[in-house]
């Protein structure tokens, strides 16, 4: 309270904005960081390392006795076929919500941009963008449901009656319980579905950064459509592309109610995921160590990939640097 | 869905009118076709929904999904609204998601103030164990959380789930801000300083009002998603006084005696406060999910 004039101290001219302080401790900012610690302390971490404990023990749960089982749990699971093929089944929710939404986000976000946005006007482009959206902010409750209801099996379905006026005779797919390949199907669908918005909004947003004078001088050059887009929309949306692939590719990893909802990891387990393997040995399971050595092992490749990610930004920023 | 067509857009400052100028070519009418089908099949499900909401059961069993029913019939809407305590879903939904949102942002503020403007000794850590909240796969919180909540007769309490997504959610509001506190101008940090003002007085009168558009952004996202959850929520509330909307729909689902249209009609319904939200917040949100995007 008695100077008011902030101390003179040596200041380099990239240092950050700082408050000059009283005193030269920092001591009062940790302050500020104590309610968020407590609760990611006890919500996240304290979760974290009982399932992790937990990864080396047999337990039955409730009041049953814990036995150590030193690494039995994740030796198992290594050899575990129904872990595996939920492992597999990943690629494939990869390609639904990462690769096909990513590449089609794309094209529809040049689209809307470059052609609607340009030729026939701002405000059908933006509604169009919205229309997009629109699955990504409904609840994916609500949307399991719905798509369960048009995917239902025999004459009933949406899906099938419709396919019986096209066909004229009486098409009875049991899209969701009957095979693995129309189930993973009918699950990849409703991803791309709820997914495609994102990255279109993302990109559209980006390409407002670049330069028109770029594509003018372009155009004056003689470049196509294509050739504008691999050579400029491309390379100055990068890291927009960069951040859709990188937060897609974790939710992906993670994804655990489009399966939840539309096929219960069937029929007999095969559309298993590791997130919806774990729920189901933490609910049904025996062993719920073995529960906790599948979401431990979920948790150390979400890691282990988000720190890659992150690695091959930083060198890419550096490069360009 | 006016709404969403009129919000106006920066796409407006940058499409060059001397473009406009030359006719459209087929090319482009066949590209604008392209997009428009594109959307279509988007909400083609809604529309599904839409269309078959209002049959009666007699009339959806007899008339294919494409059909226009043969008359308007409430018969689906009355069940669902009378065998379901929507509104309770409703209140706890809306209830849990601003409650989850008011405190995510209070969090978030603190924590990037520190870590933003305090430069606190190994940030970029710090941040990361934020940012483990939001790469932690939900099965490795539920059970542990579950017989945490128990013991101190949380479940079927919304603040189980409150609690819980106040962390989930701070953690990218923490990351963000951070980032963004990190550029903040010093000058007015000393300016505030030369008169006199403490950290809390200049965390309240300078730095909250200055971040206000972002915070609001912060807090449309934080309630969408919190309102969207589905697995920690399906763990925690296990009371029928307790479910929140997406639940509520689920647990319909899953009984085998719901008659479709009252299915139909009451995921009709569940969509309803989803595009209210769409039709509010439309432009908040445009503007919201690229301000994560790129520093």
């Known amino acids: ?321 | 869905m006016t709404a969403v067509a009129q919000a106006p857009t920066p796409v407006d400052t940058t499409a060059p009118t001397k473009n406009r100028a030359r006719p459209r070519t087929a090319t482009e009418w066949i590209l604008l076709i392209a997009a428009i089908l594109g959307a279509l099949a988007i909400v083609f499900p809604m529309l599904l929904l839409l269309l078959n909401a209002f049959k009666s059961p007699a009339d959806y069993a007899n008339s294919g999904p494409l059909q226009l029913p043969e008359k308007l019939d409430l018969t689906g809407i009355r069940t669902f609204w009378e065998t379901q305590n929507f509104p309770r879903a409703l209140w706890n939904s809306v209830f849990i998601s601003t409650m989850v949102s008011l405190i995510a942002v209070v969090v978030s503020v603190l924590n990037s103030f520190a870590i933003g403007i305090g430069r606190v000794r190994g940030r970029t850590w710090i941040v990361l164990i934020f940012l483990m909240a939001n790469l932690v796969p939900q099965e490795m919180l539920f059970d542990p959380l579950f017989k945490l909540y128990d013991k101190i007769g949380l479940l079927s309490n919304p603040w189980s789930v409150i609690l819980t997504f106040v962390v989930i959610q701070s953690a990218f509001g923490t990351y963000l801000l951070s980032s963004l506190l990190g550029t903040f101008p010093k000058e007015i940090l000393e300016a505030a300083s030369v008169d006199g003002a403490t950290r809390g007085r200049v965390l309240r009168s300078v730095i909250v009002p200055i971040l206000r558009p972002t915070l609001s952004v912060l807090m449309v996202f934080f309630f969408i998603w919190t309102w969207n959850e589905f697995l920690l929520p399906l763990a925690f509330l296990n009371t029928s006084d307790s479910l929140t909307v997406p639940l509520l729909l689920e647990q319909l689902n899953g009984e085998r005696q719901t008659d479709t249209t009252t299915l139909i009609a009451g995921t009709l319904i569940s969509v309803i406060p989803t595009i209210i939200f769409f039709l509010i917040f439309q432009r908040t949100l445009t503007r919201g999910i690229t301000a994560g995007a790129v520093k």
């Open chain 1, 1 to 321: 309270m008695t100077s008011l004039a902030p101390r003179t101290r040596p200041r380099r001219t990239d240092e950050p904005a700082r408050i000059p302080q009283r005193d030269s401790s920092k001591l009062g900012y940790w302050l500020y960081l104590i309610p968020g610690t407590l609760l990611v302390g006890l919500v996240i971490f304290y979760p974290i390392v009982r399932n992790v404990r937990l990864s080396f023990f047999h337990w039955r749960g409730g009041r049953a006795e814990e036995h150590f089982a030193g690494l039995d749990n994740w030796i198992a699971l290594a050899s575990d076929h129904e872990f595996i093929q939920s492992f597999k089944n990943i690629f494939l929710v990869i390609i639904a919500m990462v690769i096909v939404p990513t590449l089609l986000g794309l094209i529809i976000a040049a689209l809307l941009f470059d052609v609607v946005g340009r030729r026939f006007g701002a405000r059908l482009s933006s509604f169009l963008r919205a229309t997009y959206y629109l699955p990504q902010i409904l609840p994916i409750a609500v949307a399991g449901v719905m798509f369960s209801w048009i995917l239902k099996p025999n004459s009933d379905g949406v899906l099938n009656q419709f396919l019986s006026v096209i066909t004229g005779s009486t098409v009875e797919v049991n899209w969701l319980g009957g095979q693995y390949s129309t189930a993973m199907a009918s699950v990849m669908v409703l991803m791309i579905w709820i997914q495609l918005g994102y990255p279109v909004v993302i990109f559209m947003a980006a390409l407002q950064r670049v330069d028109p004078q770029l594509y003018e001088a372009a155009e004056l050059d003689g470049a196509n459509w294509y050739q504008r887009f691999r050579a400029i929309t491309l390379p100055m949306i990068q890291p927009e592309v960069f951040v859709v692939a990188l937060t897609t590719t974790i939710a992906a990893l993670k994804v655990f109610a489009p399966v939840f909802i539309l096929t219960n990891g069937g029929p007999s387990k095969s559309t298993y995921v590791p997130s919806y393997y774990a729920y189901e040995e933490f609910i049904r399971g025996t062993d719920k160590g073995y529960a906790a050595t599948i979401a431990s092992a979920i948790t150390l490749v979400v890691v282990v990939v988000a720190i890659i990610f992150i690695r091959v930004q930083n060198r890419a920023e550096r490069k360009e640097a």
